[in-house]
Nanobody
Framework: QVRLVESGGGVVQAGGSLRLSCAAS????????MGWYRQAPGKERELVAS???????NYADSVKGRFTISRDKTRTSVYLQMNGLQPEDTAVYYC???????????WGQGTQVTVSS
């Protein structure tokens, strides 16, 4: 099993910044898909940014140029630097981890990000 622990959410004014962190522990492997999703009230969960197995990064169009995903050398911790936050970024942000080959789809508990106008 894999456990994901997230931190870094909070309340910020429009134009502000936050940094989210997520650490995976347990049966982890360095080759994985790992990243961030978000879910706003009344909406479906959507991809924000994620590393793929081959090391590429995918960003949602709505966050390109404002958000940056990064990870540590073990590839089992990911970070999301969010700049220029807007009220439409308000959501619960979830960390996701999918190890290559051994299977599994793991989610963190979610961290609330609220952007006031």
């Amino acid at each position: 099993q894999v456990r994901l622990v997230e931190s870094g959410g909070g309340v910020v004014q429009a134009g502000g910044s936050l940094r989210l962190s997520c650490a995976a522990s347990g049966r982890t492997v360095s080759v994985n898909n790992m990243g961030w999703y978000r879910q706003a009230p009344g909406k479906e969960r959507e991809l924000v940014a994620s590393f793929t197995v081959d090391g590429n990064v995918n960003y949602a169009d709505s966050v390109k140029g404002r958000f940056t995903i990064s990870r540590d050398k073990t590839r089992t911790s990911v970070y999301l630097q969010m700049n220029g936050l807007q009220p439409e970024d308000t959501a619960v942000y979830y960390c996701n981890y999918r190890p290559w080959r051994i299977g599994g789809d793991y989610w963190g508990q979610g961290t609330q990000v609220t952007v006031s106008s």
